[in-house]
């Protein structure tokens, strides 16, 4: 039985990050849940984009602009795991992102609508710590997890909604997420 060290085992966890790190590329489902991630943030980053131009955030702003900050630093991480597997990541160039008439009217319509993308992303996310393959991905993915918990907990004043929800948050099967990302997209 071979002892690893602790510094191996935080040399092999920072692989996961660097890009062009040497490793096995995920299996099939693995890279469809990568996908479908990457594109759950575009909308997340295009969304925040939108919201926060609108200048109707008031004092939410700060919690917008940190959300926004972590949904990049989410998409850098999902797409660098793409391209370690040979494949290309989806970009904002890629996707026309559509919103409810009204999703931008009001403080209050803006956080409803932000409060349900950011539950759709805890469910998608949920959803594949548990299905992934490849254990490498399964710490990041349940990070992004618990950002994505973290910003519905914000959101869910803004929205008339309880800060801490529920004990166990729904996940979301990849087809369901798949559909509901499709009513964005134009």
């Known amino acids: 039985m071979q002892t690893l060290s602790r510094r191996s085992l935080v040399a092999a966890g920072a692989a996961l990050l660097v890009p062009g790190a040497a490793h096995a590329a995920p299996p099939d489902g693995d890279l469809a849940y990568?996908?479908?991630l990457v594109g759950a943030e575009l909308l997340a980053i295009d969304f925040h984009e939108r919201a926060l131009r609108t200048k109707r955030l008031g004092p939410a702003t700060a919690t917008f602009r940190r959300s926004l900050a972590d949904e990049r630093a989410?998409?850098?991480?999902?797409a660098r795991q793409l391209q370690n597997a040979g494949?290309?990541?989806a970009t904002a160039a890629d996707v026309d992102f559509v919103y409810?008439?009204?999703s931008f009217g009001s403080r209050s319509a803006i956080a409803r609508l932000a409060w349900r993308d950011e539950t759709l992303l805890?469910?998608?996310y949920l959803d594949a710590v548990a299905a992934v393959?490849?254990?490498?991905?399964?710490l990041p993915?349940?990070?992004?997890?618990?950002?994505?918990?973290q910003h519905v907990s914000a959101l869910a004043p803004l929205s008339g909604k309880q800060s801490i929800g529920r004990a166990f948050p729904a996940a979301l099967t990849i087809s369901a997420a798949s559909a509901a990302l499709d009513a964005f997209e134009s």
Do not use: C, F, K, M
């Open 141 to 149: 993915v349940g990070q992004i997890a618990a950002s994505e918990a």
């Open 87 to 89: 494949q290309l990541p």
């Open 34 to 36: 990568l996908r479908l």
């Open 133 to 138: 393959q490849t254990v490498e991905l399964r």
């Open 100 to 102: 409810p008439r009204g």
């Open 122 to 124: 805890l469910g998608t």
């Open 74 to 78: 989410h998409y850098a991480a999902l």
